[in-house]
């Protein structure tokens, strides 16, 4: 029927078509844990169920929200539609303040409540280090 030269290139075909399949396969399971999913405070209101897994909240912090309790930060994530309490130990960027954006990374309690284990402040396109900035000034 088919000659040993086609059977041997037959075999190389399916064998490297395993292989490449077998590993995205594994790639995308080892990638599975590492992946973190961002969801708004309006996302995170319409939920079906709660996740147990890790997420990222982001938004706006509100202002008049922020609040520090011992060694906790209290403050409030909006996008202007619904907003979620967010509570969070742990170093504070220098970024973070109240009116500007935030991202937290953690988990959910519940609807309207964040336990966040990472704090990620976020800063417009004409953000420049103050370091930097008084460099400039000097020259």
Known sequence: MYGSKVK?????VLLILVVLSLSVFLILKSLEDNVVYFKSPT??????????NKIR???MVKKNSIFVEEKKL????????NE?????????PNLFAEGK????EGYLKDRNVFLATKILAKHDENYMPP???AAIEEK
Do not use: M, P
Request: proline fraction near 0%; charged fraction near 25%.
């Open 8 to 12: 041997l290139r037959i075999f190389f």
């Open 43 to 52: 996302e995170i209101k319409t939920l079906g169920e709660i996740e147990k």
């Open 57 to 59: 909240i982001g938004g």
């Open 74 to 81: 209290k403050f409030i994530v909006t996008d202007f539609k």
């Open 84 to 92: 979620i309490n967010v509570t969070y130990s742990g170093v504070i």
């Open 101 to 104: 954006g935030v991202v937290a």
């Open 131 to 133: 370091e930097v900035k």
